[in-house]
């Protein structure tokens, strides 16, 4: 029997969001097949978001935390983090290091190959260089992943359009580039119960719902870029012409005091039910609550709960933002919004609430579409493919 291959997987933290989920999946489906011997480094789980390093633990994932890896940039930790990176691919034969995040992306490429590290390939789940942020910023990120691209043998990207992005800025890895769709653990969404059942019903009920609230939710970190405000804003709109419509909205951060206020001077306080975080466990819950979901994020790779309310059968409206457009057919399987719009946002939701119908032809297509293209396994597949192409 052949030696299994020895794959290193870097992360800066393991919180829980997308990113993590993904590189958590992956290095699951890895960890279960003998042909692999995989690791999983990272830094501490620190901030409100909750942590997935306990389930790694569970799921018997070899495990390296580095303390003083963080996402915010300190010159000092970060030196120490690259350092310690450099000596575990010194001591250990890796055969291939997957990088992922930004600063894992910078730091763990770099170790890899300064300690000689045979195959270097990265994962970009969102790009840290973004049209939000200050010019300075922009050019320094972009540079950063330039140069870094050269010492790198395979970029995967979640979608497209991260390609694109990055390929504008002439980000331009050694053997190019690779969409693998981020993967998520798809059977738990498509056993929620449709909202009309007696057991959907009895799950509203326990959250303070009656029959006739058309819930709409969100689920996201209350962070910057996250797009809240404008949810907030738009749901106003659609409470004022719809009485029975109400919000829910999942997630925590820094974010929340200023949200309810916001909501508070628009008159929907009272409408619009901050659930706080959960854990991911109970995000089929939640959207069993659902009847639509909204994501109106500004920027994001490929957001995993587009696919997951999809394949629970609620109908997503979204901003046409990064890899929105490759999980939504605009108008068949949901609706894309013009970024920052507010007015169209409310008459897509208005739309939903009017139609049953409607509802269920968005779901039942959206289902047929998300099933084979995001499902963990399939990503697990394509991932050992462009590994296996790399090594021979």
């Given at each position: 029997?052949s030696?299994p ?19 958590l ?11 692999w011997?995989t690791?999983?480094v990272t830094?501490p ?17 070899k495990?390296l935390i ?36 930004s ?6 490429r ?12 990265h994962?970009i789940?969102?790009l ?7 010019r300075y ?6 540079f950063?992943?330039?140069i ?15 390609t694109?992005?990055?390929?504008a800025?002439?980000?331009n890895?050694?053997?190019g ?8 653990k ?19 009920e326990?959250?303070?719902?009656h ?15 996250k ?15 719809k ?10 951060g ?15 306080r009272?409408k ?25 994020s ?12 999809q394949?629970?059968?609620r ?6 933002i990064?890899?929105a ?9 949901g ?8 007015e ?24 047929e ?13 394509e ?6 192409q790399?090594?021979?």
């Amino acid at each position: 029997m052949s030696k299994p291959v020895a794959v290193c997987h870097v992360i800066t933290r393991m919180i829980l969001g997308g990113a993590q989920e993904n590189t958590l999946l992956t290095v699951r489906g890895l960890h279960e097949d003998p042909d692999w011997d995989t690791i999983l480094v990272t830094g501490p789980a620190l901030g409100p978001e909750g942590e997935l390093i306990e389930e790694a633990r569970e799921l018997g994932i070899k495990l390296l935390i580095i303390e003083q890896m963080r996402r915010a940039i300190n010159p000092f930790r970060d030196l120490i983090s690259f350092f310690k990176l450099w000596q575990n691919f010194r001591k250990n034969d890796y055969e291939i290091v997957h990088t992922h995040s930004s600063k894992a992306g910078i730091i763990g490429r770099w170790a890899a190959f300064l300690a000689g590290v045979p195959l270097i390939v990265h994962t970009i789940h969102g790009l840290p260089f973004h049209q939000y942020q200050a010019r300075y910023k922009f050019w320094f990120y972009s540079f950063l992943e330039k140069i870094t691209a050269l010492i790198t043998d395979k970029i995967i990207t979640v979608c497209d359009r991260m390609t694109d992005q990055a390929k504008a800025v002439g980000v331009n890895p050694r053997q190019g580039y690779r969409t693998v769709y981020s993967g998520m653990k798809l059977e738990e969404f498509l056993a929620v119960p449709q909202p009309s059942s007696q057991s959907a019903q009895s799950l509203r009920e326990k959250w303070g719902y009656h029959e006739k609230d058309f819930v709409i939710g969100k689920i996201a970190r209350l962070f910057h870029l996250k797009g809240y405000k404008y949810f907030i804003e738009a749901f106003a709109r659609v409470a004022r012409e719809k009485p029975t419509a109400r919000a829910l909205i999942v997630g925590d951060g820094i974010l929340r005091e200023q949200l309810e206020e916001q909501a508070e001077k628009l008159g929907v306080r009272d409408k619009i039910q901050f659930a706080g975080l959960v854990p991911y466990s109970q995000i089929p819950e939640m959207l069993t609550v659902m009847d639509c979901l909204v994501h109106t994020s500004l920027r994001e790779g490929l957001p995993r709960v587009i696919p997951q309310a999809q394949a629970a059968g609620r109908p997503v409206v979204s901003y046409a933002i990064d890899g929105a457009p490759e999980a939504i057919e605009d108008g068949k399987t949901g609706f894309l919004i013009e970024p920052r719009e507010i007015e169209q946002l409310a008459r897509s939701v208005s739309k939903l609430i009017d139609s049953a119908e409607l509802r269920g032809q968005f779901a039942e297509r959206a289902r047929e579409w998300v099933v084979p293209r995001f499902h963990w396994q399939t990503m697990v597949k394509e991932i050992k493919k462009c590994y296996n192409q790399l090594l021979e």
